[in-house]
């Protein structure tokens, strides 16, 4: 395997620092801007390498102790940021959607320098996250995947992990091929729920469902209960929550704030999810007005249907966002748009443009789709009103971005 020393750049989205060598450009992981290292190359395909730095020679001022014990160059996958100072890392992540949104969105939000991502909540880098997937090994043993492999780590100390979430199932055994869903809730309580399948990752695809799996419940009840302000959810453990403690409180008082909804207007809730959203919204524009909320998993829907049964005004739909919106005769003068990871792309956002919505709020969780749906808005004549970026996946490169556009 070639090994090369290399002085590192800017950070890039996804994780890496740009670092060039003989002409080539080289992604390298687990280092900081500035940095000299001695790094692996771990893909030599196409006209960009990738590589991970294994010996830090000059270490950047913003590099600390690992955070995460099990994270890190043949570690776990997990915390790919844990060696960076929390505030530097929230520096890196602004300056990494201030660049995304300036190549991909034509929009320039910050220079660089001053971007920064905020903090969600006060619980600091560690211990934020209250929800978690886990792999199986051949052996049985459950673990976290190695970066890019199907590897598994078998210790289960995360560093972003509540205390308590995992306890007691590391000497266990299950079947190979099995999956542990693992959520503490609202009230305390550990639910912890077994599948068989090819279900894929929930925050990538939403929890979409139809796919042929089993589930066991094996703690607590397939369902958790996780309350917003005074509303109670009952959600699947295996559909899509935010797994930080405090980020649907966030971005729920934030999306009501930014929707200016008066009684009788009416509202899209796309990608909703529970219908978190749906139910602010709602109360913003009472009985006299309308709230569509969609998603495709069918466990979300039936979540959002039973906490909102006494908002009558609310419409929950369990369908693509695409065919929901082609049957729409009534214009929304709010849409709130939370896709996942790929992004809306521009067959949804053509459709809200189309409809001549007057205001948006889309949330993004993957800086470069998310400034390309920027981009797609303002192709339309919309207009960035504000943008903000938030820390919501602390120890890693993932950032929450949230935008307001109207036209």
Same mark, same amino acid.
């Not at 790919?80 to 929390?86: C, T």
């Given at each position: 395997?070639?090994?090369?020393?290399?002085?590192?750049?800017?950070?890039?989205?996804?994780?890496?620092?740009?670092?060039?060598?003989?002409?080539?450009?080289?992604?390298?992981? $687990?280092?900081?801007?500035?940095?000299?290292?001695?790094?692996?190359?771990?893909?030599?395909?196409?006209? $960009?390498? *990738?590589?991970?730095?294994? +010996? &830090?020679?000059?270490?950047?001022?913003?590099?600390?102790?690992?955070?995460?014990?099990?994270?890190?160059?043949?570690?776990?996958?997990?915390?790919?940021?844990? #060696?960076?100072?929390?505030?530097?890392?929230? !520096?890196?992540?602004?300056?990494?959607?201030?660049?995304?949104?300036?190549? /991909?969105?034509?929009?320039?939000?910050?220079?660089?320098?001053?971007?920064?991502?905020?903090?969600?909540?006060?619980?600091?880098?560690?211990?934020?996250? @209250?929800?978690?997937?886990?792999?199986?090994?051949?052996?049985?043993?459950?673990?976290? *995947?190695? $970066?890019?492999?199907?590897?598994?780590?078998?210790?289960?100390?995360?560093?972003?992990?509540?205390?308590?979430?995992?306890?007691?199932?590391?000497?266990? !055994?299950?079947?190979?091929?099995?999956?542990? *869903?693992?959520?503490? +809730?609202?009230?305390?309580?550990?639910?912890?729920?077994?599948?068989?399948?090819?279900?894929?990752?929930?925050?990538?695809?939403?929890?979409?469902?139809?796919?042929?799996?089993?589930?066991?419940? &094996?703690?607590?009840?397939?369902?958790?209960?996780?309350?917003?302000?005074?509303?109670?959810?009952?959600?699947?453990?295996?559909? #899509?929550?935010?797994?930080?403690?405090?980020?649907?409180? =966030?971005?729920?008082?934030?999306?009501?704030?930014?929707?200016?909804?008066?009684?009788?207007?009416?509202?899209?809730? =796309? $990608?909703?999810?529970?219908?978190?959203?749906?139910?602010? /919204?709602?109360?913003? %524009?009472?009985?006299?007005?309308?709230?569509?909320?969609?998603?495709?998993?069918?466990?979300?829907? !039936?979540?959002? !249907?039973?906490? /909102?049964?006494?908002?009558?005004?609310?419409?929950?739909? @369990?369908?693509?966002?695409?065919?929901?919106?082609?049957?729409?005769?009534?214009?929304?003068?709010?849409?709130? =748009?939370?896709?996942?990871?790929?992004?809306?792309?521009?067959? %949804? &956002?053509?459709?809200?443009?189309?409809?001549?919505?007057?205001?948006?709020?889309?949330?993004?969780?993957?800086?470069?789709?998310?400034?390309?749906?920027?981009?797609?808005?303002?192709?339309?004549?919309?207009?960035?009103?504000? &943008?903000?970026?938030? +820390?919501?996946?602390?120890?890693?490169?993932?950032?929450?971005?949230?935008?307001?556009?109207?036209?």
């Amino acid at each position: 395997m070639t090994e090369l020393t290399l002085t590192t750049g800017p950070a890039a989205n996804g994780g890496s620092c740009v670092a060039r060598h003989d002409g080539r450009v080289i992604f390298v992981r $687990y280092a900081l801007p500035g940095e000299t290292v001695r790094a692996r190359i771990t893909d030599e395909r196409g006209s $960009y390498w *990738h590589a991970e730095a294994f +010996d &830090i020679i000059e270490a950047s001022p913003d590099r600390v102790d690992s955070l995460c014990e099990i994270a890190g160059v043949d570690g776990a996958g997990c915390c790919d940021l844990a #060696f960076a100072e929390p505030d530097a890392a929230r !520096r890196l992540k602004g300056a990494v959607v201030a660049n995304q949104l300036s190549r /991909l969105g034509g929009f320039d939000w910050r220079d660089e320098s001053d971007a920064m991502a905020e903090p969600v909540g006060t619980v600091g880098a560690t211990g934020w996250r @209250t929800r978690v997937r886990l792999d199986t090994a051949a052996d049985g043993t459950v673990g976290f *995947h190695r $970066y890019h492999s199907t590897e598994l780590v078998t210790e289960l100390n995360c560093a972003q992990l509540q205390d308590g979430l995992l306890d007691g199932l590391a000497g266990s !055994r299950w079947p190979t091929g099995s999956q542990l *869903h693992v959520a503490l +809730d609202s009230d305390g309580v550990r639910h912890v729920v077994a599948s068989r399948g090819t279900a894929e990752h929930p925050r990538a695809a939403k929890a979409k469902e139809g796919r042929k799996h089993t589930t066991r419940v &094996i703690e607590g009840d397939y369902e958790a209960t996780q309350r917003v302000g005074d509303r109670v959810w009952r959600v699947p453990v295996t559909a #899509f929550w935010q797994a930080h403690r405090d980020a649907s409180a =966030l971005y729920s008082e934030l999306v009501a704030g930014w929707a200016q909804l008066q009684p009788g207007m009416t509202a899209w809730d =796309l $990608y909703g999810g529970a219908g978190v959203f749906a139910a602010a /919204l709602a109360e913003q %524009v009472g009985e006299s007005g309308h709230v569509v909320t969609v998603d495709t998993s069918r466990g979300s829907s !039936r979540s959002a !249907r039973a906490a /909102l049964a006494d908002l009558p005004w609310v419409s929950v739909v @369990t369908d693509s966002v695409r065919r929901t919106l082609s049957v729409q005769r009534t214009r929304a003068d709010v849409a709130v =748009l939370d896709p996942p990871r790929t992004g809306a792309g521009r067959e %949804v &956002i053509d459709q809200v443009a189309a409809a001549e919505v007057p205001r948006v709020i889309h949330i993004g969780c993957e800086a470069a789709s998310f400034a390309r749906d920027v981009g797609l808005y303002r192709n339309h004549g919309y207009v960035v009103d504000e &943008i903000r970026v938030f +820390d919501s996946f602390p120890l890693t490169h993932h950032v929450e971005c949230v935008a307001v556009l109207t036209r």
